[in-house]
C-alpha cells in the first residue's frame, strides 16, 4: 500500500496540472501522511481515524487554496479524505465526512469578489455536478467497505464455529477413546475379579481353619494367619470394586432437587474429613426440579469432592456451583489445590490412572461413566499452583416424566 500512495502522489505532483514548489509539496503530503497513518498506532483507533480526516481534509483544503479555489482542477483529491472514511466510519459518519469535504470544496465562494467575478450559469451546473458527484462517490466508498466488513464478519462468524466445531470434535473423540478404554478395562476386570474370587475364598478359609487350629504356642503362625485375613478380605474389596465398576449401571432417572443431592454428599464429606476444609455452596435460583439418578449422582458429587478436599490445603476452601445455561445444568466444583500436571489431564478419568500412592485409580473413570450414562459430560480445567475446577454437565428437562435406563458398559 505504501508504494500504492507513493506512486500515486507521484504522478498526481508530475502529470498535474500545476507544478509549483507548494503544490507538488502539499501533494507529496497527502501521500506521505497516509504511509504515516497506516503504521501508527493511534490512528488506527477510532479518534485516530478522526484526526487522520481532519488532516487529509486539511491538506487538501491548503491544496485546492494554492491552485484556484473553487476553480481549482485539484477538487476531486478531496475524495482522499472521503475513501479514508468510509471503511472507518458508519454510514452516517461517512455521509458526514462527505459534508464536511463538500462544504471544504464550497467554502471558497466566500472567497469571491462577487463585485467584479461571477459564475456563469453553464459553470453553476458543473460546481453542482462536481459537489454531486463527491457526495455519491462518499456513499459508494461506504457501501463497498460495508460490504466488506460484512464478508469479513462471515468469515469471522465461520471461523469460529469451524474453532468451536474442532473443539467438539476433540472433546468428542476423547470421550470416545475413554470409552473404548472403559470397555475394554470392564470387560477384563469383570473376568479377572470372577477368576480371583475363588481362590481369594479359599486362602481365607485356609487361614481361618490355621487360626482355630493353631494352638497358644503358636502365636507367630496365629499372627500371620490373621494378617493373611485381613489382606484377603482387603483384597476381596478391590475385587468388589472391580465388579461395581465392570457390571452394567442400572440408570433410574427421577426428577429432583440436584442441590439436595449436593448437600447429602457435601455433609458425608464433612463428616469424613471434619475441620479440614471448608466447602461453600453457592446454587442457582434457576435450575429446577430435572430427571436424574440421586443416588449415582451422589456418588460423583461426594468422589469430586473428596479429591477436592484431599487436594486442597489444611484450612483452604472448596466451593461448589450451580447454574442452568443452554438447557444444561452446570455443577462446578472448585478447589485452591496444586492442580493437575497438563501431562496427566487426558488421563484422569482412565481406570486404574493414580497418582496417589493408596488410590486404585476408579474413582473419576466411574464418576466420568456414571455421567456418559446420564448423557452428561465432565470435564476438567486445572492450572498448576491454582486449583482446578471439575465441570459436570447434565442434559435439563424440566418436564421429563419418571423413567428407568439400564445400559450395559459395553453400549457405548
Known sequence: MAV?????????????????????????????FQIVAERVAFFRSTRGHVASFA????????????????????????????IIAAPAFSLLGTLLATALACGTYLIFLAFI??????????ARGE??????????????????AESSRAEARKAQAAADQLTEANRQLTEAEATVRRTERLAAIGQMSAGLAHELRNPLGTIKTSAEMLTRSVGSEGAIAKEMADFISSEVD????LVTRFLDFARPLAVRL??????????????????????????????????????FDPDLMERVFYNLL????????PRSSVTVKTRLEDETVEVSIIDRGSGIDPKHLESIFNPFFTTKSQGVGLGLAIVSRIVDEHGGRIAVESEAGSGSVFRVSLPYAAAAPEVSVERSHTDH
Open 4 to 32: 500504492a500512495w507513493l506512486l500515486f502522489s507521484g504522478l498526481v505532483a508530475v502529470l498535474g496540472p500545476s507544478h509549483t514548489p507548494t503544490t507538488i509539496t502539499l501533494v507529496l503530503a497527502i501521500g506521505i
Open 55 to 82: 488532516i487529509t481534509l486539511g491538506l487538501c483544503f491548503l491544496l485546492m487554496r494554492d491552485t484556484g479555489g473553487i476553480e481549482s482542477s485539484y477538487y476531486w483529491m478531496l475524495l482522499v479524505p472521503v
Open 113 to 122: 469578489n462577487w463585485e467584479h467575478q461571477y459564475i456563469p450559469p453553464e
Open 127 to 144: 460546481l453542482v455536478f462536481r459537489v454531486v458527484t463527491l457526495a455519491f462517490l462518499g456513499f459508494l466508498a461506504n457501501q463497498l
Open 234 to 237: 482387603r483384597t476381596n474389596t
Open 254 to 291: 427421577q426428577r429432583g432437587d440436584i442441590t439436595q443431592v449436593i448437600d447429602r454428599a457435601v455433609t458425608d464429606v464433612e463428616r469424613n474429613y471434619p475441620g479440614q476444609v471448608s466447602i461453600y455452596r453457592n446454587y442457582s435460583p434457576d435450575v429446577g426440579l430435572f430427571p
Open 306 to 313: 473428596v479429591n477436592a478436599v484431599q487436594a486442597s490445603p
